[in-house]
């Protein structure tokens, strides 16, 4: 296993675009989060699943934001109508609490709105 | 909710230095993680602490849960422990399940 991969990389796009981002966890991790990190900052919780039910939704994930985990596997997270102050670092990370409580991070999709 | 504080907020070091860096949080936790993120931006899971010690190689780390606060070690520092270190909690008995970082600690080792 290669570990939480995250695609694309890097994203810019125009102001009220729409974005889509995937992560595909480590593939026996039943849980998978998205996080958000600005610069300076930790990162901050937006999401979480526990195989394919979202457990829970932060404040910070506006109606423009939406998250999906449908088979329990890989999950995406897309923004509608983007605005500046969504450029930031989305990072996903992965864990199977049964196992070991640790996270295990992505190398994240770095989002600039122009 | 639970505040996370690390201090200090910088920290430079000459090659072959040690280090103690801490986390104060605000409340009982039942997970507690230290993560260093590298000048990439890759996060990397260095220890789940949320109680004891725990050593691996250069590093350790222990977390007196009765008093808040958790320690992070790091011996013989190299250049490539350059980067932040971010200490998160998961609060205890909340009914959630994530993690609350804090503003981490920046570490610059010169060589």
């Known amino acids: 296993d290669t570990g939480v991969s995250q695609d694309p990389r890097h994203k810019i796009t125009k102001r009220g675009q729409n974005v889509t981002f995937r992560c595909d966890p480590i593939s026996e991790h039943n849980r998978l989060y998205w996080y958000r990190q600005t610069l300076g900052q930790g990162p901050e919780f937006l999401t979480y699943f526990q195989n394919e039910a979202q457990l829970e939704k932060s404040r910070l994930l506006s109606d423009r934001f939406s998250a999906e985990r449908p088979k329990g596997s890989f999950s995406t997270l897309e923004i509608q109508r983007t605005e500046q102050g969504d450029s930031a670092m989305y990072l996903c990370?992965?864990?199977?609490?049964?196992?070991?409580?640790?996270?295990?991070f992505g190398s994240g999709t770095r989002l600039t709105v122009v | 909710g639970i505040q996370v504080e690390q201090s200090p907020p910088d920290l430079i070091l000459q090659e072959g230095a040690n280090s103690t860096l801490r986390c104060n949080f605000s409340?009982?936790?039942?997970?507690l993680q230290w993560f260093h993120q590298n000048p990439w931006g890759q996060l990397i899971n260095l220890f789940y602490?949320?109680?004891g010690t725990k050593q691996n190689g250069r590093l350790s780390a222990t977390t007196v849960a009765t008093e808040r606060y958790s320690l992070l070690y790091i011996s013989s520092s190299q250049t490539t422990d350059s980067g932040v270190y971010f200490c998160a909690v998961e609060r205890e008995n909340f009914g959630n399940e994530k993690l609350t970082f804090g503003t981490g600690t920046r570490l610059t080792i010169i060589p």
């Open positions: 409340d009982s936790v039942n997970n």
């Open positions: 602490i949320p109680s």
């Open positions: 990370a992965s864990s199977f609490p049964a196992v070991d409580y640790g996270y295990t």
